[in-house]
């Protein structure tokens, strides 16, 4: 999945257990733990809104996105870079 | 009334099978006897290839229809456990409409030789039910995949 969930980063940050953020946020440990994982297929926005109250930061602190390499052995760079004439 | 859960509708239907499953495996061991009496009774005499063939498309149908109340039982049983919609259940709704189709088939066949109006009934009822069998298990299948998607969104 390319977006990334930094929720252990955040709750280092700000001191939190995994336990105190569930309540505060109002999701079960299990759904918590789905969301750590990146096992999460999508995230509501109220859900998002309150882990960015509960951890009092912004959305872009929580996700971020990690473009997945190209299959295949003959991938070429992924840079967009020029091709050589020869 | 409460529909499913425990001492539910649900309940009381997945027992049933059960009595079902018994009452039909003695119906199938009786066959023989049982169309002798209704030949006695109707005091027809319809020759011994039709009686066998009769006998067959009972026997082909009647163990169809058991293998149908099991898929049933099963899918009752985790209905009523609290977890219906599993792609299990979609394949098992899924197997009651394949096991609908050699019945329909069988009672087509026997509309050219089996002398009763029954027969086209009970060969359209189960055309049908085979056809709108499938369209439930799709329907089912993706309940279970918007299922799987909602259980996944936090």
């Given amino acids: 999945m390319p977006i990334i969930v930094n929720l ?11 336990t105190e953020l569930s309540e505060k946020v109002g999701i079960t ?8 994982n990146n096992k999460a297929r ?5 859900t998002l809104e309150a882990l960015c109250r509960v951890l009092n930061c912004q959305p872009a602190d929580l996700l971020t ?11 070429g760079p992924t840079d967009g870079g020029e091709k050589e004439d020869h | 009334m409460k529909i499913l859960g425990q001492k539910s509708l649900g309940t009381f239907l997945e027992k049933m099978c059960w009595f ?8 199938i061991a009786g066959l023989p006897w049982l169309l002798g009496f209704y030949y006695n009774l109707k005091q027809e005499d319809y020759g011994r290839p039709v009686i066998l063939f009769t006998l067959a498309v009972l026997y082909i149908s009647g163990a169809i229809a058991l293998a149908i109340l099991v898929q049933l039982r099963l899918i009752l049983r985790d209905v009523n456990c609290g977890s219906p919609f599993t792609m299990k259940n979609a394949r098992r709704i899924k197997t009651v409409a394949w096991l609908c189709m050699p019945i329909a088939l069988l009672y087509i066949a026997g509309i050219f030789t089996i002398p009763s109006a029954l027969v086209i ?5 189960f055309l049908f039910l085979a056809a709108l069998t499938f369209v439930l298990a799709e329907v089912f299948r993706q309940a279970v995949l ?9």
């Fill in chain 1, 8 to 18: 252990d980063i955040m709750m280092a940050k700000r001191r939190i257990s995994a």
């Fill in chain 1, 29 to 36: 440990m299990a759904n918590l733990s789905i969301l750590k």
């Fill in chain 1, 42 to 46: 999508a995230v509501r926005f109220s």
């Fill in chain 1, 65 to 75: 996105y990690e473009k997945e390499p190209p299959e295949g052995p003959a991938a």
């Fill in chain 2, 20 to 27: 079902l499953l018994a009452a039909g495996a003695a119906v």
């Fill in chain 2, 121 to 125: 009934l009970i060969a359209l009822v």
């Fill in chain 2, 146 to 154: 918007y299922k799987e998607e909602n259980d996944l969104t936090i």
